[in-house]
């Protein structure tokens, strides 16, 4: 059974349709990388899976259910977690606020969920009560990643999660996300260094125009001359 199903999926934000019958699917422990041109729909297409994008027709099945106009803080409870490209944490509070944040329908646990997270991020832990807008991006990017696993999600959302840091922290953050993944979390991605990205994705899907125009594991795709050419740099 399908993790995540995203079938002939129609919307967008208003009045047209950004989606034009997009369909995804991708099992438990996958990472699943979407590229493709600026405009192309891809984290309208992910935020379809987290209650973001107003849905006119089509399905979504997360886990054997239909939540396809489930409400966000509904489909967090079901195990899906999210990270936006911006405005991904709380600058004026401390590391450890951000990810009490995170963990804010854990009755209990929750230091213990906080522990398994700095386990994971050993730089939080030592800056757990710095600001966190005070940080470089690498380490915002943490904290963002760091507060949506406080739930223990089956699925990660990450919407440009390399945009804007050095390669240092690009190298540090696809690190991050296999770890992630191989703690047993699947990871559906959208991101602009395609290459590195589809190089630790099981599979790959490429968007034009809010439609599907490849798709294949990564490694096919990263071979695929005509996905190289048009959408890899070469």
């Known amino acids: 059974m399908n993790l995540l199903e995203i079938n ?30 600026n405009g192309a729909g ?3 297409l992910m935020k379809s899976a987290f209650g973001l994008v107003s849905i006119r027709s089509g399905l979504v099945r997360f886990d054997g259910s239909d939540i396809t106009r489930l409400r966000p803080d509904k489909i967090v409870r079901r195990g899906i977690s999210y990270v936006p490209q911006e405005k991904n944490v709380f600058p004026t509070l401390s590391v450890e606020e951000n990810l009490q944040i ?29 600001a966190a807008g005070s940080m470089s991006g690498g380490e915002r990017q943490m904290v963002a990643m ?7 999600p089956k699925l990660l959302l990450l919407d440009e999660p390399t945009a804007g840091l050095s390669p240092a922290y690009i190298d540090q953050t ?25 190089a630790i994705a099981s599979r790959g899907y490429v968007l034009t125009n809010g439609q599907n125009r490849h798709e294949d594991t990564g ?11 048009m959408f890899l740099g070469g």
């Open 146 to 152: 760091g507060r949506a696993l406080m739930l223990d």
């Open 102 to 130: 995170g963990g804010y329908i854990l009755k209990e646990n929750l230091k213990k969920r906080i522990e398994a997270i700095y386990a994971m991020f050993p730089r939080l832990a030592e800056r757990r009560r710095q």
């Open 174 to 198: 696809f690190d991050s996300v296999k770890q992630i993944n191989d703690n047993g979390v699947g990871i559906l991605m959208v991101e602009q260094n395609a290459k590195q990205a589809l």
């Open 8 to 37: 002939d999926v129609y919307g967008g934000y208003g009045g047209g349709d950004i989606l034009k019958g997009v369909s995804l699917n991708m099992e438990a422990r996958d990472i699943v990388v979407i590229v493709g041109p």
């Open 219 to 229: 490694a096919g795709l990263l071979a695929n001359r005509e996905v190289a050419e």
């Open 42 to 44: 891809k984290s309208t």
